[in-house]
């Protein structure tokens, strides 16, 4: 028996053309539609421990180009064999470095230390993927408004500390730099775009 | 007022028809398959794929029979061809020094290790056309004889032993590489941006910049360390396994030039370098390219900028002819309303100088 | 980047050695099935009986591998220019050894044979044949190929000698 046989990583895309552009559109729509959650109808492969939509989203967006940061929880062998084996994107070698950032919302990191881009080229600032615990909170804490919603949506915290959501409120004020977050539970989705301008309380 | 209009689509599809009746020319004349470009015309395949940018000798020679033997057509044609296919991996830096050549020869030294090859070359034949040819004359028989060095030393390697020429610095391993293919051309470009966009760069353009160094825009003084052609192994780093496989063998052409530079009081007299490298056997834009990296080095050794050549700017932005062709060609397009305008322009100038004069013409009438 | 050991480096545990060792044999495997003609490769399959069933990780792709090369042969890294190259990934149903495929062109089909080939090479029963059908015949035929345009090359080679000048 050699030693050097691998074992095969967790499986990917079932159907990596038709998939990978499903899972695309689902993107898209939803940081069109800031808020409005999105459901992906269809399965894929995935190393364990994480949601299968930000799976979708990893197979999608990573490639040879964008370097992925995987966060606290999330670096384990099985993850890093799996992201390079069907996307070859390399990790980062540190937060700042990431183009996109795979990350657990109990073991968030500060936004800070996430590239937000320059003035130059704000399309540098980091893409987010951020598996929460769930999208439909009774409570509504904070209020969405911008592009893509329609007067203004009342959100929950979505598992995440408030404290971090008021990071991101801050970041308003550097647009167009800035970070593109997705929120996902299971096979749902939210968009969270950097021109989405949050408020609390009574606001 | 903005006029939007639509039309001449039947003219187009006609046009397109015509091109390609053309393109196929006198029918009782036997098709040309691309396997026979790919073989006969084989230097023409090895310039579309530097220039084009793609290593791929059937592609190349596809894209020559569609452009009816126009090179940089072809290039355009292989360069949008390249935009459809996703990048699998990035292999690690070939390895000249392990070619196995075909061709090896150095202007310094007449003696050196592994002796002069001259290979496959143009050179010392007379430039008279060849009439056994026209009449499908068979080629000579060719000679076999011996066995090559099992290494062959790079030429300037030998230079470096003595510290007479300055060294290559590899860059640490983690170091960014730029690429043009992923991030706009900015300036000032580094070294590894400089070589990529004249690795890609329109080979008239380059001898042309080259040529002009050794007439005196800009010094350089230079000598042919080196030129090699041949096969290097291509290894790859496969994501999939985690370590590198030697997956291929591509022909290659490198010129390695050495320029003479004067010392300055903390830094004794040492030769300088220039480097060129091109798929394929294209010795010509390998030198040429080796001249104008070493004249686009001019700020970093220190030296006036004075020539062309020596403007990176001026050098690196005008080196693609994909680019270079799209902007003069596209000339060609409509630009009806822009014209209407100018010409609406030149008329009012016109009539508001003839209105400026008239009084004088009529005093004058008034005078006689 | 994964560090490449050398084979039978000293000082190396049992086990490193023996991971080197493989990784070496997988490497001229791999080079070897990637230079292998698709006729070779078609032939050799088909005389294969019964065939393994087998399903793709990685359906066979084309794309592009960037080229790099180096200042002066040896200084700075840049990138030259890219080339094509198509990949697959597969996995016996039997044993679920993995094969990869990686060859220079656009071929898929030859993509794939060098994957299957690289899979059925690390099953013991299949070893031997991809030997002696495949890679030794293919490493001959390349070494041959190498020695016959070394011979046409170096008859190339300039003799020089000194013409010797009257001295009266």
Not at chain 2, 71 to 94: C, D, G, M, N
Not at chain 2, 288 to 293: G, I, K, N, Y
Not at chain 3, 21 to 33: E, G, I, P
């Amino acid at each position: 028996m050699t030693t050097l046989q691998m074992t095969t990583p967790a499986a990917g895309f079932h159907d990596p053309v038709q998939q990978s552009q499903r899972a695309f559109r689902i993107l898209l729509d939803t940081m069109a539609r800031p808020g409005r959650v999105m459901d992906q109808d269809f399965d894929c492969g995935h190393p364990g421990g994480i949601a299968p939509v930000l799976a979708a989203g990893l197979l999608t967006l990573a490639d040879l180009d964008t370097p992925v940061w995987l966060g606290e929880g999330l670096d384990t062998p099985a993850m890093r064999d799996w992201l390079r084996f069907h996307t070859g994107a390399p990790l980062a070698t540190g937060p700042g470095q990431a183009a996109l950032v795979l990350l657990d919302a109990a073991r968030m990191p500060a936004l800070d230390v996430f590239s937000l881009g320059s003035d130059e080229a704000p399309e540098r600032g980091a893409t987010l993927l951020v598996q929460v615990p769930s999208l439909h909170a009774a409570a509504a804490a904070m209020t969405w408004r911008g592009p893509g919603i329609k007067e203004s949506v009342a959100m929950p915290l979505c598992g995440l500390d408030e404290a971090l959501w008021r990071q991101r409120a801050q970041l308003s004020a550097v647009f167009p730099r800035g970070l593109d977050i997705y929120l996902g539970c299971g096979r749902q989705v939210i968009g969270l775009p950097r021109s989405t301008v949050i408020t609390f309380g009574e606001a | 007022m903005y006029v939007a209009v639509k039309g001449g689509e039947a003219a187009i599809g006609n046009a397109h028809a015509l091109l390609a009746e053309d393109r196929r020319g006198d029918t009782a004349v036997p098709e040309l398959s691309v396997d026979q470009i790919r073989e006969q015309f084989s230097l023409a395949v090895d310039r579309v794929m530097t220039e084009g940018s793609v290593y791929d000798p059937e592609l190349a020679a596809l894209a020559l029979k569609q452009a009816r033997g126009d090179q940089v057509e072809a290039i355009f044609l292989l360069r949008a061809y390249r935009t459809t296919l996703p990048r699998l991996a990035v292999s690690l830096p070939i390895d000249t020094a392990k070619m196995q050549v075909s061709r090896r020869i150095s202007s310094c030294f007449k003696d050196l290790p592994g002796g002069q090859l001259l290979g496959p070359t143009f050179d010392y034949t007379h430039r008279l056309l060849d009439f056994t040819l026209l009449a499908g004359g068979a080629p000579p028989r060719t000679e076999a004889r011996g066995e090559l060095a099992p290494d062959l030393p790079q030429v300037v390697d030998l230079l470096n032993a003595e510290g007479l020429i300055e060294p290559e610095i590899p860059d640490a391993d983690d170091a960014p590489v730029g690429d043009l293919t992923r991030e706009p051309l900015m300036f000032p470009a580094g070294r590894e941006v400089r070589l990529q966009n004249l690795a890609r760069a329109d080979e008239g353009y380059l001898l042309a910049l080259g040529y002009s160094t050794q007439r005196g825009y800009a010094k350089s003084h230079p000598f042919v360390g080196e030129i090699r052609s041949g096969d290097v192994a291509v290894e790859v780093e496969i994501p999939e396994l985690g370590f590198a496989v030697d997956i291929a063998d591509i022909t290659v052409t490198e010129c390695q030039m050495i320029n003479q530079f004067t010392g300055s009081k903390s830094e004794k007299p040492k030769f300088t370098r220039g480097y060129g490298l091109a798929f394929g056997y294209a010795e010509r834009k390998a030198m040429a390219m080796s001249l104008v990296d070493r004249s686009l080095r001019a700020q970093e050794l220190g030296e006036d900028i004075t020539a062309p050549s020596q403007d990176a700017e001026f050098v690196l932005y005008h080196a693609d002819n994909v680019e270079a062709s799209g902007f003069v060609q596209h000339l060609k397009l409509p630009h009806h309303v822009d014209f209407q305008s100018e010409l609406t322009l030149v008329r009012t100038m016109r009539a508001e100088i003839e209105a400026a004069s008239a009084p004088v013409a009529e005093f004058e009438e008034a005078a006689q | 980047m994964t560090p490449k050991p050398t084979p039978g480096q000293t000082g190396a545990s049992p086990a490193a050695a023996s991971l080197a060792a493989d990784q070496a044999a997988r490497q001229r495997r791999l080079s070897l099935l990637a230079r292998a003609e698709r006729e070779t490769l078609e032939a050799a399959w088909n005389r294969l009986e019964p065939k393994p069933a087998f399903r793709r990780l990685k359906q066979p792709e084309t794309g592009l591998v960037m080229v790099r090369a180096r200042a002066g042969g040896n200084g700075q890294r840049f990138n030259m220019g890219e080339m094509t190259v198509t990949r697959c990934v597969l996995a016996l149903d039997e044993g679920g050894e993995m094969g990869v495929g990686y060859v220079a062109g656009r071929d898929r089909r030859r993509a794939e044979l060098a994957a299957l080939f690289d899979a059925l090479a690390q099953q013991p029963r299949h070893a031997a044949m991809v030997e002696a059908e495949l890679l030794a015949p293919t490493q001959e035929s390349a070494a041959a190929a190498r020695q016959a345009r070394a011979a046409k090359v170096a008859a190339t080679k300039v003799d020089f000698f000194t013409l010797v000048r009257g001295e009266d």
